[in-house]
């Protein structure tokens, strides 16, 4: 399976968990830059964002608040909901 990295400046990664199936949380903080908050994109599929983005003054991701609906900041993690456990 794989998932998508969407960076602030546009870029949007393809991406494969470590063991194939699922990200742990060491690999999800990586992608994110730091504390995971899960987003709901749908019933299959979820959003992982950097918890504290704004906070930080991380800059927008336009791709990803899109998708969302909401200002995100910072890098996003979209996968499938069984790919986070």
Excluded: W, Y
Excluded at 66 to 75: D, E, I, K
């Amino acid at each position: 399976m794989k998932a998508l990295h969407l960076t602030p400046e546009g870029g949007v990664f393809p991406l494969v968990p470590a063991n194939g199936t699922d990200f742990t949380l060491s690999e999800a903080q990586a992608v994110v830059g730091g504390l995971i908050e899960i987003h709901a994109l749908s019933d299959e599929d979820i959003m992982v964002i950097n918890e504290e983005g704004r906070l930080l003054k991380l800059p927008l991701n336009p791709r990803a608040s899109l998708l969302l609906g909401t200002a995100v900041a910072g890098p996003a993690l979209v996968c499938h909901t069984g790919m986070i456990k």
